[in-house]
């Protein structure tokens, strides 16, 4: 009979229907099943049992409007909202757990993933953010929290034991050097209904956004060397900085498919490490962008008639034009107009840009005399690399 209910809509979700419209609904239905069916006469026991039947339909109907609207981090009762939170990985009691920094060492290229579970004994800890053994044999210290609320003491030393298995040859061992933090007052449903909220709104797993997020947090990484470029119906991820194993492990993390990984067709820019996620072993390529070493000369002048400020306007170019080559996005070409935004922007205290009559540059790159692109005012970059100018790498000059 549940077929035959209309279920409502208004602008924020699903309503519950009038007791009105579940009548009618409800004595059609019956009508349908018994031909001269009449539940019109006041006062008698069928009109009684449409009654009392239109008040269950009203309670059932409520019920299933309110769960539908349960599924969402804004309205989910408790329990929804623990099964929410289990497909972005939030357990509830991350922000008050008890936690813990601990440290593994092991097989270089072994990857620690997100939920896998240490002890100290006692009590079992989740690592949060996954890692991997680096190449020194140890991981950077990953964040663990306590699987209970209870509160008890995490001292150094402590989380020796693993817990999760650890198929053979591989061998794994951990450690806290630093004491850990007991569990304060348990996480309320409204705080953890909060956390969800805002992991809805991060970047999908496996997109290009995803992984430069994973990428610039890796320890050592700078976030302009850090490029997704799409080669054909292959990725190319280009990354400047980090330990390898690190950055492998971020990869893996990130995308969804290893094997659309490409590295590139100047194959001493790869690097290629292999990482064990049990019961299997990935081949991770990446590309470690090269270097073009820019100078930069530049001359400039002004309307005014015996200025004075010419050793305060050199400082201030040179000072600029290093900012802005050395922040340029591997791959990014060097853009003029952009840089003389930057120089009039940085000497407008001294001498406003109306009064300059001349702004004139010499680049090299890599030793090379280079020029912007005919009808441009952009130097274009090898797509896999990135400019950078040493500290005495820029002169500035009035002509």
């Known amino acids: 009979m549940s077929a035959g209910l209309p279920l409502l809509f208004s602008a924020s979700g699903p309503v519950a229907t009038p007791p009105g419209t579940l009548q009618q609904a409800l004595i059609a239905l019956v009508s349908a099943q018994v031909p001269g069916y009449t539940a019109s006469l006041p006062g008698s026991l069928i009109d009684d049992v449409v009654g009392t039947d239109v008040g269950a339909l009203a309670t059932i109907d409520q019920a299933r409007v309110d769960a539908i609207n349960g599924v969402s981090p804004y309205a989910a009762n408790p329990y929804i909202l623990a099964q929410l939170g289990l497909q972005f990985g939030l357990a509830q009691g991350l922000l008050s757990n008890g936690s813990v920094f601990v440290t593994f060492t092991g097989s270089a290229g072994y990857v620690i993933p997100i939920g896998f579970l240490v002890s100290d004994g006692t009590n079992q800890y989740a690592i949060i953010d996954g890692g991997v053994i680096a190449t020194s044999g140890t991981s950077s210290p990953l964040f663990a929290v306590a699987t209970n609320s209870s509160t008890f003491a995490i001292p150094a030393g402590a989380v020796n034991q693993i817990v999760t298995s650890v198929p053979s040859p591989y061998t794994l061992s951990v450690t806290n050097a630093q004491a850990g933090t007991p569990a304060q007052a348990a996480e309320t449903v409204d705080s953890y209904r909060a956390r969800l909220l805002d992991a809805f709104g991060v970047a999908l797993p496996g997109s290009a956004t995803y992984l430069k997020t994973l990428l610039r947090a890796v320890p050592g990484v700078s976030d302009r060397l850090v490029s997704i470029i799409q080669n054909g119906s292959n990725w190319e991820v280009l ?41 299997n072993t990935y081949t991770i390529v990446y590309v470690n962008p090269p270097q073009q070493l820019v100078t930069l000369a530049i001359t400039w002048n002004t309307t005014l008639a015996n200025f004075t400020a010419s050793s305060a306007v050199n400082q201030y170019m040179i000072g600029a034009a290093q900012s802005y080559i050395n922040s340029i996005v591997v791959g990014q070409p060097i853009n003029e107009l952009v840089l003389i935004d930057a120089l009039q922007s940085a000497v407008s205290s001294v001498l406003p840009a109306v009064n300059l009559t001349t702004l004139e540059f010499a680049f090299t790159i890599n030793g090379t005399a280079v020029s912007p692109t005919a009808g441009t005012f952009i130097i274009p970059s090898d797509s896999e690399s990135y400019f950078y100018v040493s500290p005495t790498g820029v002169t500035s000059v009035q002509g």
């Open 239 to 279: 990354c400047g900085g980090g330990d390898p194993y690190a950055v492998g492990e971020a990869i893996y993390a990130g995308v969804s498919t290893p094997g659309l990984l490409v590295g590139s067709a100047t194959t001493a820019r790869n690097i290629t490490v292999s990482l064990y996620d049990a019961p």
